[in-house]
């Protein structure tokens, strides 16, 4: 027995055939896809959050050096100046070691650098030091006698008290190696002494 289908029936059921055959999976489709080049990028992009930034360290620790040694040179101009002049035996020995002992530091702050590879040029900040000592200098070098010994013992008190605060609130935090921790502890003992000294010789002028 022949079942006959209506012409209609059998456009349907041909057009619902094909329809199978050509329709895919849109989920199966996105999960073969590769992965976007954005997502790429930022997974092999390094993680820099904990990189130390080891060359500003550096910068920091020459310029804590050229400001020290700027520190070392108005010390050693004005025990210079202290020589020339009619004042106490005391007071000129006091320059005479002033004179030694910075220009010792001087040295020791340049082979330090020099071993270390660094250059010791002038800063902003070594600039307003010397200027500083610069022109208390010039304040001392139109004295005389009494005049000067007076001026001078107060020069040196303040500024050696002016370099230990610089020492302790900002170039010993801007050394981050050992050496250079222990040249600036070493140079501040030598301050501090200074510092007693001259006011030793203040109390007895």
């Known amino acids: 027995m022949k079942i006959k289908f209506h012409p209609s029936v059998l456009l349907f059921l041909l057009s619902l055939a094909m329809f199978s055959c050509t329709n895919t999976s849109p989920n199966s489709q996105a ?8 997502t790429a990028a930022m997974n092999a ?3 820099t959050s904990g990189v130390n930034n080891d060359s500003n360290s550096a910068d920091d620790e020459t310029d804590a050096l050229v400001i020290l040694n700027a520190i070392n040179q108005n010390e050693i101009d004005m025990a210079s100046e202290a020589q020339t002049k009619n004042i106490s035996r005391p007071v000129k020995d006091y320059a005479a070691m ?26 902003n900040a070594s600039t307003e030091v010397k200027n500083k000592g610069g022109a208390e200098l010039n304040k001392l070098k139109v004295l005389e006698g009494k005049d000067f010994q007076a001026a001078y013992l107060d020069a040196m008190i303040s500024g050696h008290t002016e370099a230990l605060d610089k020492i302790d609130n900002q170039l010993m935090a801007m050394a981050t190696s050992e050496d250079v921790r222990q040249h600036l502890t070493e140079t501040r003992g030598h301050v501090a002494m200074h510092l007693e000294k001259a006011k030793q010789l203040k109390g007895s002028n």
């Open 31 to 38: 999960a073969d896809e590769p992965m976007t080049t954005d």
């Open 45 to 47: 992009m390094p993680d």
């Open 98 to 123: 002033l004179h030694k002992e910075h220009s010792e530091n001087l040295n020791k702050t340049r082979q330090l650098a020099s071993e270390k590879g660094m250059t010791l040029a002038e800063t």
